[in-house]
């Protein structure tokens, strides 16, 4: 058995629209089959956050249609979200293996995830979803009584919360495919964010971290590396101004004093950075690792991205 790793698969993996996503994941299929050549058990996370919007504005669409229907739960477009997305990728990481002369299965799991009916990220939305939209379209979304933030320069988006992860009910579906050599898609979006009442899971209004799951995930699996293959090589201080400095290496420490001193944006570089920092401050033997998913080889191999251990 090779080393176990989790790939969390972030925007760049997968694009905005159904032809943008049927070619990005051709260049995650090629990223992934780099690691299988390189001898790593390999179980794969991705983001949803804007297909699941864009799931949840379609099957609204269609409950106005057919009024029957009512308009489809949160949780019920998540799981769409895992089917679609982990479709176009087992597909497309199968093809790219079987061209390079390998057999290795890959399957992926309807994952979900317990969260807590007290959590506060109930009471308090901060993820995005779905498109962009013009200040009408927002105002006439905060009229169905949806949240909607806007971001300077880019339009309006809807919020929705963004729980924590407490447990993955799939995992021993998940360890039992990965035993087996094959190639594991699971806990997509974050998974499918459920309440526990008695036997039953209830899925909730709600969209996870995928970054913060993955960590998790990581963490279950007994995973020695989590790799977040995101838009950029290296994480940065001072992004985006005059003072930008990439990192080549982050302690715990460092990185917490960073998060602290508000270095990563929310949403967006913060919860791999908190996943990062979850998942090495667990054991020593444990390496995160945030690179580009064009760099996901040289990246797992050293030669780049941002390493954080404790
Ligand atoms: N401090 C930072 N260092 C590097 N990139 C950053 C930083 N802050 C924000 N970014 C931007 O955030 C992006 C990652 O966020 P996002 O695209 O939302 O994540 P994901 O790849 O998981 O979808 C990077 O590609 C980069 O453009
Ligand atoms: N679920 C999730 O974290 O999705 P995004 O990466 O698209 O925000």
Redesign the pocket.
């Known amino acids: 058995m090779g080393k176990k790793i989790v790939v ?1 698969l ?3 993996a997968l694009g905005k629209t159904f032809p943008e996503q049927k070619e990005a994941v051709k260049n995650a299929a090629s990223a992934i089959a780099d690691l299988v050549e390189a001898k790593y058990d390999i179980v794969i996370t991705h ?1 949803n956050g804007t297909q699941v919007g864009m799931i949840h504005s379609a099957m609204r669409e269609y409950s106005r249609l057919e009024p029957t229907n009512t308009v489809a739960p949160m949780s019920i477009c998540s799981a769409m979200s895992q089917g679609y997305i982990g479709y176009d990728l087992q597909n497309e990481i199968r093809t790219e293996l079987l061209n390079r002369g390998i057999y290795k299965p890959v399957s992926t799991i309807i994952t979900q995830v317990r969260v807590d009916p007290f959590d506060t990220a109930f009471s308090y939305p901060t993820k995005e979803i779905g498109r962009y939209m013009t200040a009408e379209e927002a105002k006439a979304e905060e009229e169905k009584g949806n949240h909607v933030v806007e971001i300077e320069g880019k339009g309006f988006r809807r919020i929705i919360a963004a729980p924590r992860p407490m447990e993955i009910y799939e995992i021993d579906a998940i360890k039992t495919l990965v035993d087996a050599g094959q190639i594991v898609i699971a806990a997509g979006g974050g998974g499918i964010p459920v309440l526990q009442q008695g036997t039953r899971l209830k899925g909730a209004s709600a969209v996870i971290e ?2 913060v799951t993955s960590a998790c995930l990581a963490e279950e699996l007994g995973a020695e590396v989590l790799l ?5 090589e ?4 001072n ?2 101004t005059d003072k930008e400095q990439a990192l080549d290496t982050m302690s715990v420490d460092d990185a917490t004093k960073y998060i602290a001193d508000k ?3 929310e ?3 913060l919860p ?1 950075v908190e996943a990062a920092v979850s998942f090495a401050s667990s054991s020593k033997e444990h390496k995160a690792i945030i690179t580009s998913i064009d760099t996901a080889l040289e990246g797992i191999s050293g030669k780049t991205g941002t390493v954080i251990t404790c």
């Open positions: 969390a972030g925007h760049s983001s995928k970054d977040l293959l995101t838009g950029v290296k994480v940065a201080l992004f985006g270095q990563f944006n949403g967006g570089m791999k």
